[in-house]
């Protein structure tokens, strides 16, 4: 069975940082694409960051500057080091692997930013 399971959700105050890990098992994974999306309650899932296989990234422009996503091809992690973290940014944060017609998802992790 194909797993994604994410790792490293906690309470954290604004300013903190955290590191998200998502550990996949059951599929190939150097040839996948990685994302991290997330999820407030009530509203659409959105896309944070990605990773290709040739490790290029992408950001959405809330979190430039702030967020890195990274992936260890030897060990099937991909990894979302989260800085200066803002109450905006609490929400469940999903792992996500692309690979053709192949789509996983994660169970998610929460991440709650206090003030």
């Known amino acids: 069975q194909v797993q994604l399971v994410e790792s490293g959700g906690g309470l954290v105050p604004a300013g903190g940082s955290l590191r998200l890990s998502c550990l996949v098992s059951g599929t190939r994974f150097s040839d996948a694409a990685m994302n991290w999306y997330r999820q407030v309650p009530g509203n659409q899932r959105e896309l944070v960051a990605g990773?290709?296989?040739?490790?290029?990234?992408h950001y959405d422009d809330s979190v430039k500057g702030r967020f890195t996503i990274t992936r260890d091809n030897a060990k099937n992690m991909v990894y979302l080091q989260m800085n200066s973290l803002k109450r905006e940014d609490t929400a469940v944060y999903y792992c996500?692997?692309?690979?053709?017609?192949?789509?996983?998802w994660g169970q998610g992790t929460q991440v709650t930013v206090s003030s």
């Open positions: 996500n692997l692309v690979r053709w017609n192949l789509i996983k």
């Open positions: 990773i290709s296989t040739d490790f290029m990234t």
